[in-house]
């Protein structure tokens, strides 16, 4: 049973830094519920406002709908409450509500509804699977706007109005004219979220539009880097935040898009680099190189002597 209301939860998500952990797998490329305990553990050490439990980052889309499950109740058993526990659903409108119900029996706080499988569909369509999901579930709901799932401020409105229990809207597009009429739209009705790959180059502008939190992939394996970054954004620090992202994170993008579906490979490979190896990604993603985990291996390194280390 969830331990906050939609509305607590929305509220705790917005006041602080998310992250989605990776799903460790072992050498039979079965689900490694030791190695993700400790990663869990490790990680609530740290200020977190919320973990997002077989996410885009621990690789939902490669996970058994069964297997999600088991994430999500190892990681609300692992927690113990310290942190709200969040957790993917996504697919066709069935199986998605299958998956809510599953993440609420679990025990999670919330629910991060990922794109429908496959097909493109109109307003009309997205809102009745939107809907359908909300009302298999108390759990707060957030929808995750990206790829398929494109979802107006007009269809929103709607939403919320016939939905009390979808509290949050994640953008995943950087489609700023749609994100200010979203959120001059609905106001305070919603949370939201920026969920665009490598949160952390667009949370700066973001914040500006009310957007207060992000999902940070590299919180995972850089953990100090990735809240002594947040407070940055939040204190509107400038200096330290172009610090951060000329030292860090732009060349570690520039590692991530040599190759298709090295968003998640290389949180993978942090892990692997800081000594907590959770295995490699599953088909139909690829790991990195052996010469590419060195240069992020160096770049981890190099962050005690970067300028963000002495700005911040």
Not at 2 to 26: C, H, I, K, Y
Not at 197 to 225: I, Q
């Amino acid at each position: 049973m969830a331990r906050m209301t939609p509305n607590e939860m929305a509220q705790r998500l917005g006041s602080g830094l998310l992250s989605f952990p990776v799903t460790p797998f072992d050498r039979d490329n079965a689900f490694d519920a030791e190695r993700y305990r400790s990663n869990l553990d490790w990680l609530c050490g740290y200020d977190v406002a919320g973990l997002f439990a077989a996410g885009g980052t621990g690789e939902f889309f490669s996970l058994a709908p069964s297997e999600v499950e088991t994430v999500v109740r190892t990681a609300v058993e692992e927690t113990r409450g310290r942190v709200p526990v969040l957790a993917g659903a996504g697919y066709g409108t069935e199986i998605a509500k299958q998956m809510a119900a599953a993440a609420e029996r679990a025990g999670a706080d919330g629910i991060l509804l990922l794109p429908p499988y496959l097909v493109h569909s109109e307003q009309d369509g997205l809102a009745a699977h939107v809907e359908a999901v909300c009302a298999a579930t108390k759990l707060g709901v957030i929808v995750y706007n990206r790829d398929n799932a494109i979802i107006t401020e007009d269809t929103l409105a709607g939403l919320c109005e016939r939905c009390p229990n979808l509290v949050g809207y994640k953008d995943g597009i950087g489609d700023i004219e749609l994100m200010t009429r979203v959120h001059l739209r609905m106001g305070d009705r919603l949370t939201y979220i920026g969920g665009l790959p490598t949160a952390e180059t667009y949370a700066l502008p973001y914040l500006e539009m009310g957007v207060t939190t992000y999902s940070s992939a590299v919180f995972n394996f850089v953990p100090e880097f990735a809240t002594r970054f947040y407070a940055a954004v939040r204190r509107r620090d400038r200096e330290t935040v172009q610090a951060g992202l000329r030292d860090f994170i732009l060349p570690l993008l520039a590692i991530r898009n040599r190759r298709k579906g090295y968003a998640v490979s290389i949180i993978k490979a942090g892990m692997k680099v800081i000594g907590r190896d959770s295995g490699p990604v599953r088909a139909p993603l690829h790991d990195l190189t052996e010469a590419e985990t060195e240069q992020l291996a160096a770049l981890v390194q190099g962050l005690a002597r970067s300028s963000f280390a002495a700005a911040a």
